[in-house]
């Protein structure tokens, strides 16, 4: 069969398409499932069960003391939830809310039905082709948050690599400076404690001029609550589900549920902990303030049977899913999901591992899909080259969000008419009209010919991946505000920095 | 957070578990849709307009005279087909037939709902890390044809490196002879002339021991049938739909429809042309045999508007796909669809391009995914390294079809019970019960921790490729019955060699 590689010199002088909007997205297909109904209520009343019965170990006393005012039995660091308070948290949680960030055309309603993507979160390490692998530092943090604004398809900010050369008590202040001087997409903070968390907040209202009501009654941060499975909830994130809650700011719960490791074998016994630990976690968000926004969520795979090495994108994180996502939709909540790679470097290891976590959460309903690009190692490290091979991944993915009209001009009978058979498309009218707007324009693929591309040097997406995310971080220009919105909070950081800043709780 | 990476080794002594048994599968979600009901209508009808108004060039006079006789008008090479030689077609055409091998668990029902799986298609030129880009030959055909018997999630043979270094007259002779020296799975036989056609016919029945009677009423092998879109069918293409379905041999209808080229540029356009061009090959197939088994099918991606090269594995592939499913259930055929990738080599852009095809093929409930694994450069190279890349992503999509239960014995309370909070699953009961058949065990993917991984040579994906595929091959053993298979064809081979052996048609 003939192909035609490399020609049509002509219209590349007219300069690739422009780059598309992917700021809204909602979920174009149907969600699927793996389970039948009666399964799904089977494994709610299985959550339930281990919540009455097993219960949770709370390892933060004022935690245990809002549950037992509630109505739970607390027995030393254990609570007992009872199927009422678990019931009545989910009448009070919220099924929508506003997801707010200082340029309101990146606040979004975070809903069933809605499709946000997040870059990787709570990497310890980073690695580019030029600075090699090392301890995440400021300057990572900082240049993973310009592609995280860079890219419209991305909704949200994440922690991608932690700027471990700033000392503990003082690294949130830097963290959200970072964030306020970069972009203008909503935030995330880390619970670790309540000093951190009560800089956070002021930090945020600040940064943002908002008065304590405005701030109070929307969400303008969030924040990952990883419960330790099984059935733990240790003390900085209980205490941060309290004071999240408390200030109305957004939790993201998340059991982290390795199925043959901290989680059963099965899929449907890893999910019956993670709906467990979820629950109880929710619960106990709303006994703190009905109504704070929470969002359901869970991260599951498996472990590797062979080295016990946690696996990601595999069929078993698939099938965790898409079974999340018939519990979310069971209790009614949205909820996030994750993509993500073991993978030690970006190859097609880690876009296969990414790509199905990514169909994944799409297949499932995610409202949220975490870690959808830069994450290797299993989280350990956030890759520079893998964030854009990923997001390559990720546009395409949301592009399949945009309606496909099937309406007479479409379909083009004139242009049919137009072509003799054997003759081709390029200079009809209906293709004139179109080729502007027309199809997906690659990120980092290389569609040129193998002997134009062995000429080039031959380099694989990785290699071309360096060029890309070092000629957005040349060109990053912050949007407007951000210089204001750090002077708003330079004071607070020197007063607080000066006082020592604020350790994270043990 | 804390995770575990490369532990319990005791576990590792106990060797992986088996491998998984692909061969069966059905699609376990429900197809989706890009467009309504109506626009399926809309499009369907434009096609039937296409077939009517504007016609098809069919360049065999032998085809003209069989849909002349059928009622068609025919003007010089135009062959204009009513709506109810359509309507008639689509009415005798099976929706349901058996694809037969020689080893009968890899006879397959073709069948809406039935999911296969081929690997790379009409391959020129082959490459590996050893021997480098080549052109192909009849060592790399024969390497493929290894690697598709080898995986069970191959279920039927492709031709995946044209066997240049044959001379064309007798090419078709080492092809078949290929197959059935190396394995048992469904047979391909390119359409080339009736010449060459027959002669494969006669290898078939001669190697399978097959009477007249048991070749003619079964499929035993089938062929692929590209259109020269838009609106044209060449001869050699025309005379294997004829010599096919006169057959009763299974025929794979495939415009090749990249929009903005040969198709419109829009969705809608290039699938009213794919799905005109198919009616037509279908009603062809039917007026020369009624009841041939001919599978819808279309392979529609986009070129990129910078260099006018094909571009596979995009958001309008996927789109087309999905179009593809709603028409092929409009008119209740099974179909094919098709996986693969523009990329020059098995890197992070060949993955997520072939990923997106497979997940596209997948969610548009696609009967037969083509060039599932190893399709480099847009179809110009079949890689040996990418054919194990891809297929680890065609192994871990198949596994969702595999049931997942949530029976009580899955949801494992007394396992939940068994663990106290922190603690792990690895010595539970259930877990051990479950051990050596949970997960899907990885085929290349390498889930050593960064600092093993560095240890042993910091390899990617591609270069742990070479060791999977040379494994294979070198402990690669015919399956029972190949030595007797080609016995019975030598003779036929040898006859027809001496006598200058069977040209192709122009």
């Not at 976690?281 to 359901?296: C, E, K």
Request: some cysteine; overall charge negative.
């Amino acid at each position: 069969m003939a192909r035609r590689h490399g020609g049509r010199q002509g219209r590349a002088e007219a300069g690739p398409p422009p780059a598309k909007d992917y700021s809204r997205l909602r979920h174009p297909f149907a969600p699927q499932r793996i389970f039948s109904d009666d399964e799904v209520t089977a494994i709610h009343q299985a959550a339930l069960e281990v919540l009455q019965e097993l219960g949770l170990k709370v390892l933060l006393p004022e935690a245990r003391q809002i549950l037992a005012d509630a109505g739970a039995r607390v027995s030393d660091e254990m609570v007992y939830f009872g199927r009422d308070m678990v019931e009545e948290a989910l009448r009070t949680a919220p099924r929508s809310w506003r997801v707010n960030a200082r340029n309101p055309d990146h606040s979004h309603v975070y809903e069933p039905g809605a499709l946000f993507f997040s870059g990787s979160g709570g990497c310890p390490n980073a690695s580019d082709a030029v600075r090699g692998r090392r301890p995440g530092d400021l300057e990572s943090y900082t240049d993973a948050l310009k592609l995280q604004q860079h890219f419209s398809v991305i909704h949200k900010f994440s922690p991608s690599a932690e700027p471990q050369d700033v000392p503990v008590p003082l690294r949130h202040y830097a963290m959200i400076r970072a964030q306020m001087a970069t972009g203008d997409k909503a935030l995330f903070g880390y619970a670790r404690g309540r000093a951190q968390i009560e800089d956070t907040f002021e930090m945020v209202r600040l940064g943002m001029g908002l008065s304590d009501e405005e701030f109070l009654n929307n969400s303008w941060c969030s924040t990952v609550i990883n419960t330790n499975s099984p059935r733990m909830i240790d003390a900085p994130m209980a205490q941060g589900i309290v004071d999240f809650a408390r200030a109305g700011q957004m939790l993201i719960i998340t059991p982290f549920c390795l199925a043959g490791a901290m989680a059963p074998i099965t899929v449907a016994g890893a999910l019956t902990l993670q709906h467990a630990e979820s629950l109880g976690a929710i619960t106990l968000a709303q006994m703190a303030r009905p109504g704070a926004p929470v969002s359901y969520g869970g991260f599951g795979s498996n472990v590797d049977m062979k080295s016990g090495s946690p696996a990601f994108g595999t069929p078993e994180h698939v099938k965790m899913q898409l079974g999340s996502g018939q519990l979310a939709r069971h209790i009614g909540l949205p909820w996030r999901s994750a993509a993500g790679s073991a993978s030690n470097v970006a190859d097609a290891q880690g876009a296969t591992e990414n790509m199905m976590g990514l169909w994944g959460g799409m297949m499932s309903g995610a409202t949220l899909i975490v870690h959808s690009g830069g994450w290797l190692e299993g989280g350990l490290t956030f890759g520079y080259e893998k964030m854009i091979t990923d997001l390559e991944g990720v546009q395409m993915i949301a592009d399949l969000c945009a309606p496909t009209s099937g309406a007479e001009a479409e379909i083009g009978m004139d242009a049919l008419r137009d072509v003799e058979p054997g003759g081709h498309f390029f200079a009809t009218q209906h293709t004139m009209e179109r080729y502007d707007q027309a199809f997906y324009s690659p990120l980092v693929a290389d569609l040129s010919n193998f002997g134009s591309w062995e000429e080039a040097g031959a380099e694989d997406a990785a290699t071309r991946a360096t060029r890309v995310w070092q000629g957005i971080l040349a060109e990053y220009t912050p949007p407007p505000g951000c210089d204001e919105a750090v002077a708003r909070i330079e004071q607070f950081i020197a007063d607080r920095s000066a006082a020592g800043g604020a350790p994270p709780m043990e």
